[in-house]
């Protein structure tokens, strides 16, 4: 006997797209998104208000970290994500090499030599005798400090500095907005700027033999550590005095706050400046915080601004104790002029 029997039910096409792939495409454009956010907020000057003046500071280390989600988007072949995160990685690339490499006309002056070195005291609790010596070791024409205390002060001098560079502009507070210029050639005391936050800048005509009128700034604007800060830094950045490119020869010399990520930063350079990290190539050496009791990464917020007439030959940073930030060196050429 023969039977038959009813043929099995066809079953439905399957998705052409699994639901793996799907959520693998979610998960790619969730790692791309905050990048290519980031970037335009670099690239369009947008950091403006907390968190953005803090964040942006960080950008070269997104920077870097922005290969890995476009590694994952090319290695699950998401094309869209990964040509998208692949134009946020070129543009932040674009703003962060340049600062590696040294600029090509690094030195268009060709006048007497001047060394310089900000410090920022941490409410003048920085190892003076580490100041004096890096002075002392690295032939220092002039120094800028910021957070100078009475206290500072005195430790200093019996430390030697006053013999080293025995001309000072010096204005010393208790705290945080202290300001001091000390220099080995004759010195001008052109005044104290006050900022609104109470924080000031201590600023000096310096007569440097065979140099033209140069004019020093010991800058120190308000810090953005919080949200009200954010606005405060905002207002005392702007405030920064512009190059003067056919006069004097201005020196912007401290701790900015600020690196070149900042938007504000920037337009201030933008006035005539030059960073002379930037032009040495080595803009990325992070100068905050360096020691063990912070769990940030180093960011570049001290820095020598100088006037684009000025040559830039090195610069470095360096140790001292009991300070949160780094001493900055610069060796600069100024343009010829009358002594």
């Not at 690196?259 to 350079?269: I, Q």
Request: charged share 20%; with cysteine; hydrophobic share 45%.
């Amino acid at each position: 006997m023969v039977t038959t029997e009813d043929p099995l039910p066809l079953l439905p096409d399957q998705p052409v797209k699994p639901r793996r792939r799907r959520w693998w495409s979610v998960v790619v454009w969730l790692m791309a998104v905050p990048f290519v956010l980031w970037a335009a907020l670099r690239v369009f000057g947008l950091d403006t208000g907390f968190p953005a003046v803090q964040l942006i500071a960080f950008t070269p280390y997104v920077a870097m970290a922005s290969f890995v989600p476009l590694g994952v988007a090319l290695l699950t072949k998401r094309l869209w994500p990964a040509v998208v995160t692949a134009v946020a990685t070129v543009a932040l690339a674009a703003c962060v090499l340049p600062r590696w490499i040294a600029d090509s006309d690094p030195e268009p002056a060709n006048g007497p030599g001047l060394r310089v070195l900000s410090v920022n005291m941490l409410m003048g609790g920085a190892d003076t005798a580490t100041i004096v010596g890096l002075v002392r070791s690295l032939g220092v024409d002039l120094v800028t400090l910021q957070e100078y205390t009475p206290e500072a002060k005195a430790a200093l001098r019996t430390a030697g500095l006053d013999e080293l560079l025995p001309n000072s502009v010096s204005y010393p507070r208790p705290g945080v907005t202290g300001s001091a210029v000390y220099s080995r050639f004759p010195v001008t005391d052109l005044g104290y700027r006050q900022f609104p936050s109470d924080f000031g800048q201590a600023q000096a005509g310096v007569r440097v033999p065979g140099a033209g009128d140069v004019r020093v700034e010991s800058v120190h604007p308000c810090a953005p550590a919080t949200a009200h800060g954010s606005g405060c830094w905002e207002h005392d950045i702007v405030q920064e005095p512009a190059a003067t490119p056919d006069g004097a020869v201005n020196l912007l010399i401290g701790d900015f706050n600020a690196t070149l990520d900042h938007e504000k930063f920037r337009a201030l350079l933008n006035t005539g400046y030059r960073d002379a990290a930037d032009v040495a190539g080595a803009g990325l050496q992070a100068s905050w915080p360096y020691d063990e009791r912070w769990f940030i990464p180093g960011v570049v917020l001290d820095h020598v601004v100088a006037d684009r007439r000025v040559g830039v030959r090195k610069v470095s940073v360096h140790r001292v104790p009991d300070s949160d930030h780094k001493a900055v060196y610069a060796e600069l050429v100024l343009p010829r002029g009358a002594a």
